[in-house]
T-cell receptor, first 110, second 112 residues
Framework: GESVGLHLPTLSVQEGDNSIINCAYS??????FIWYKQESGKGPQFIID?????DKRQGQRVTVLLNKTVKHLSLQIAATQPGDSAVYFC?????????FGTGTSLTVIP | DVKVTQSSRYLVKRTGEKVFLECVQD?????MFWYRQDPGLGLRLIYF???????EKGDIPEGYSVSREKKERFSLILESASTNQTSMYLC???????????FGSGTQLSVL
């Protein structure tokens, strides 16, 4: 079956440092990937997406890297702030369905 | 901005009750989805709909049904609530089938 997972369930970083959150996927046919942020008590919020014809995409303070060779996706957050504390999870698609990872809980230490 | 609104933030129901969870989106999206979210598990798809009056089963449809009478509204129905349906329920919508999903704030359902 489909498998989407994250390398670490929790991550703590110092305020101002960069954060890297990782995700592995199993299906080489996956062609679209999304990162979501979910704060406590809220629904998931879209952060950034990338299609399989790209290997890097940048947004505001965030960068997504896609390595199709090893089926690995990462989210980099620059200058991490307290407001970045949340659960981050990846999603990948192939066909018409999304498959979601279980999430990494990011804690920013002031 | 897309807004997906779920009618209740918290619900407490008794075993055997019929439960309705309502979801409304305001961006004229064709596609709407219901997921449940449980600790340690990724989001799991219950049902989705590509158009009015159309519905498709997801990965875990047992014990649930849905209704989409209008484009903007997608309802999830628990015919006879059971304790193993205690969960966070998330509604989502998208313009294209494979495009970023916009989620509501979720409904935390407790079945006692």
């Amino acid at each position: 079956g489909e498998s989407v997972g994250l390398h670490l369930p929790t991550l703590s970083v110092q305020e101002g440092d960069n954060s890297i959150i990782n995700c592995a996927y199993s299906n080489s046919a996956s062609d679209y990937f999304i990162w979501y942020k979910q704060e406590s008590g809220k629904g998931p919020q879209f952060i950034i997406d990338i299609r399989s014809n790209m290997d890097k995409r940048q947004g505001q303070r965030v960068t997504v890297l896609l390595n199709k060779t090893v089926k690995h996706l990462s989210l980099q957050i620059a200058a991490t702030q307290p407001g970045d504390s949340a659960v981050y999870f990846c999603a990948e698609t192939h066909g018409n369905q999304f498959y979601f990872g279980t999430g990494t809980s990011l804690t920013v230490i002031p | 901005d897309v807004k997906v609104t779920q009618s209740s933030r918290y619900l407490v129901k008794r075993t055997g009750e019929k439960v309705f969870l309502e979801c409304v989106q305001d961006m004229d999206h064709e596609n709407m989805f219901w997921y449940r979210q449980d600790p340690g598990l990724g989001l799991r798809l219950i049902y989705f709909s590509y158009d009015v009056k159309m519905k498709e089963k997801g990965d875990i449809p047992e014990g649930y049904s849905v209704s989409r009478e209008k484009k903007e509204r997608f309802s999830l129905i628990l015919e006879s609530a059971s304790t193993n349906q205690t969960s966070m329920y998330l509604c989502a919508s998208s313009f294209e089938v494979v495009e970023k999903l916009f989620f509501g704030s979720g409904t935390q359902l407790s079945v006692l």
